[in-house]
């Protein structure tokens, strides 16, 4: 792939270790220069006391960011290009307020996952569980005087959450803590016979939520999915919620899952949520979005690739300005627009 001209602003980035292992040791040097009395208070510990010394050093990462992509080419026989990529915060602000901690665990160790920061407050008072989404939060993901999901030793654990919630007793607050604006001015295929635009103009703002990126430390085995294909037991495992408060784009040449050409289509105020419907328990009004990757081998083709499998989507779409042509023919909406048992096995040919 051609990256073209890629530039990003200079980031701040802060990473500091949490929940120290022991104090004790990371003061030891300055201890033993200021005076030989104060030795006397030293005492080794032995091999029953070391085992009560556990090492809980995971990294936090505070980040700030905007990014720019001039261009993104993929070239095959003709060529896909994706121009005027930027990513930063609502009205072309600094993206910024990000937290993304990184822990590998231990044998069913308890961390932060989801909406575990809801749990947490839930369980001490901050927010009622008379609000069935915090019910929920609370129901999944406090675990034994813990909150968070339980993971297997060796897995890489990345949770994106916000720096600063606000006021904790306030859900919007947790909500609509990190702001997001991506634009992309056009999506077009080239060829001998000239080039194509199939998307342009595309905005998208909105509110990033919980995130999370686990490497499944899964070793060497593997297990077969519904469809018969063969996949590793360690994959990386994406689950992320957000939400899309306003977005645009002009639909100018493209299809619709291999199906429906929308052409000359423009919409307006785009909203993608989950607030509607029967879909919404534990989502706190968010779309919902996960899949996991690993290598895979077809039951079909006997080709091995890359199997993106357990797809999900749960969302409502809202389009109150959907234009075919220059003309407006009304309000699109869908409710519990749902994308289950979807599995996909990748490979050149």
Not at 14 to 40: E, H, K, N
Not at 215 to 242: A, M, P
Not at 262 to 279: K, T, W, Y
Request: aromatic share 8%.
């Amino acid at each position: 792939m051609d990256f073209g001209a890629i530039s990003m602003t200079q980031p701040t980035i802060t990473a500091f270790l949490r929940r120290p292992t022991c104090a004790t040791l990371s003061i030891a040097p300055l201890l033993l220069a200021a005076s030989g009395s104060a030795m006397a208070e030293f005492r080794p510990l032995d091999d029953s006391r070391l085992s009560d010394v556990t090492g809980q050093a995971g990294v936090t990462i505070e980040l700030e960011t905007k990014l720019a992509i001039d261009r993104l080419t993929w070239t095959d026989e003709g060529s896909i290009n994706v121009n005027g990529i930027r990513l930063s915060g609502q009205n072309d602000t600094t993206l910024d307020n990000m937290k993304l901690t990184l822990d590998i665990a231990g044998d069913g160790e308890v961390l932060d996952y989801g909406f575990s920061e809801v749990a947490r407050r839930a369980d001490a008072g901050q927010l009622s569980t008379s609000n069935p989404d915090v019910a929920d939060a609370l129901a999944n993901y406090k675990i034994n005087g813990s909150y968070g999901r339980t993971f297997n030793s060796g897995d890489l654990v990345m949770h994106l959450g916000a720096i600063d919630y606000g006021d904790p007793t306030s859900l919007d607050d947790f909500l609509h803590a990190v702001d997001f604006e991506l634009g992309v001015d056009s999506v077009e295929t080239t060829g001998t016979g000239g080039s194509t635009t199939m998307f342009s103009d595309i905005l998208l703002q909105g509110y990033v939520g919980p995130t999370d990126l686990v490497i499944r430390n899964g070793g060497t085995s593997t297990r077969t999915l519904s469809n018969g294909d063969v996949v590793s037991g360690s994959e990386l495992q994406l689950e992320t919620h957000f939400e899309i408060t306003n977005g645009s784009l002009n639909w100018d040449a493209s299809d619709l899952i291999l199906i429906f050409n929308f052409a000359a289509v423009g919409i307006e105020g785009l909203q993608i949520h989950n607030r509607r419907g029967n879909d919404t328990a534990g989502h706190f009004g968010m779309a919902y979005a996960k899949a996991n990757f690993s290598r895979g081998t077809s039951s079909r083709s006997g080709k091995d690739g890359l199997s993106v499998h357990d797809v999900e989507f749960r969302a409502d779409i809202d389009m109150p300005v959907f234009k075919i042509g220059p003309d407006s023919i009304g309000n699109v909406q869908f409710t519990d627009f749902a994308i289950t048992d979807t599995n996909m096995m990748v490979y050149g040919h």
